[in-house]
Each structure stands twice: as structure tokens, then as C-alpha cells.
């Protein structure tokens, strides 16, 4: 399927709101363990999300794992371009991602640390089953636009893009 016919909406995501959202996260994730071996963060969506969260739960050790399924809106593969740095299973470690979509990548990761805590902001029905804590459900047919994707700039008023 490819793009076009896949995502029929989007949803606008603001610096603010990504802040907010993932200090949600980080409410709900201090309630399912006190503190954490460290955060992964999946890159690039995942850096974010994983700096709000490491602040507000006084997370000192942060790693990354790089991987590679998008290009603008089409999803291919998953593929490392950057392992993490020490080997693990997950075991005590908070994995944290922007969002997760049909859970291709989901699964990928879930694969190569099987035992961490996999928390997202967003969750799409198809991949929600692959993570343990999310905050906001996206229907499947829409597109999330994250703040670093876009820029404020100035929208005609509706009345103006009528045609008449």
C-alpha cells in the first residue's frame, strides 16, 4: 500500500505538546519502576522523548540504538546503523521511542532486547500490542507529524482558499 492510500490525516504534533506528552509518559513510567539501569533511546524519534523523560526521572545513563525503517512516508526494512554500546538484554532498562506505527520496528527491537520496558508517546493500533506504556492513541491511517519534520509558517484563512 503505499503512502498515499495509507494515511488519509494528520496529526500535528507542537514542541510543546511533545513536551508535555512525554513528561505524561514519565508520570506514568515513575508508577511502573522507581528507577531504571538507563534509558535507550531509539534514534532519531526516540531522542527527544527519551531527554524529557530521562530530566524528569533523574536518568543519568542514556544510550542509543539507531535504527533505520522510514524514509519521509514510506517504511521499508529495519536496520541498525548504530548499535548500542554495551551489550544487554533490556533487563532494567527503559527503551523509548517517539512513536510506533504498524510495529515493524517494534518487533525488530523487541528482538534485540527482549526484557526492557518499551514505552512511546504515540501508539498506532498495530504496533500498541509491541509496547508496554504509551500516552496517545493515533488511528492507523494517520500521519504523525513531529515538530523537527515541520515549520510554523502562515496559512491563508479559509475564506481566502475558496475558489469562487
Not at 508520570?27 to 524529557?52: F, M, N, Q, Y
Not at 548500542?84 to 532494567?92: F, I, Q, S, V
Not at 512513536?99 to 526484557?115: N, Q, S, W, Y
Amino acid at each position: 500500500m503505499s503512502s498515499k492510500d495509507r494515511y488519509k490525516q494528520t496529526y500535528r504534533v507542537s514542541w510543546d505538546q511533545l513536551h508535555r506528552d512525554s513528561k505524561a509518559l514519565a508520570w506514568k513510567l515513575v508508577d511502573v519502576r522507581p528507577s531504571w539501569e538507563g534509558i535507550i533511546a531509539i534514534t532519531r524519534g526516540g531522542l527527544l522523548p527519551a531527554a524529557v523523560i530521562a530530566r524528569e526521572l533523574d536518568i543519568r545513563r542514556i544510550d542509543t540504538v539507531s535504527v533505520v525503517s522510514y524514509d519521509w512516508k514510506t517504511q521499508g526494512e529495519p536496520r541498525i546503523v548504530k548499535p548500542l554500546a554495551e551489550e544487554t538484554d533490556g533487563e532494567g532498562w527503559l527503551l523509548v521511542d517517539d512513536m510506533v506505527d504498524t510495529g515493524k520496528t517494534a518487533r525488530f527491537i523487541r528482538e534485540l532486547l527482549p526484557k526492557a520496558h518499551f514505552a512511546t508517546v504515540y501508539a498506532k493500533p498495530e504496533g500498541k500490542p509491541l509496547v508496554d506504556t504509551f500516552i496517545t492513541e493515533v488511528s492507523q491511517d494517520t500521519w504523525i507529524l513531529q515538530p523537527w519534520d515541520s515549520e510554523v509558517q502562515f496559512v491563508e484563512p479559509i475564506v481566502g482558499q475558496r475558489s469562487t
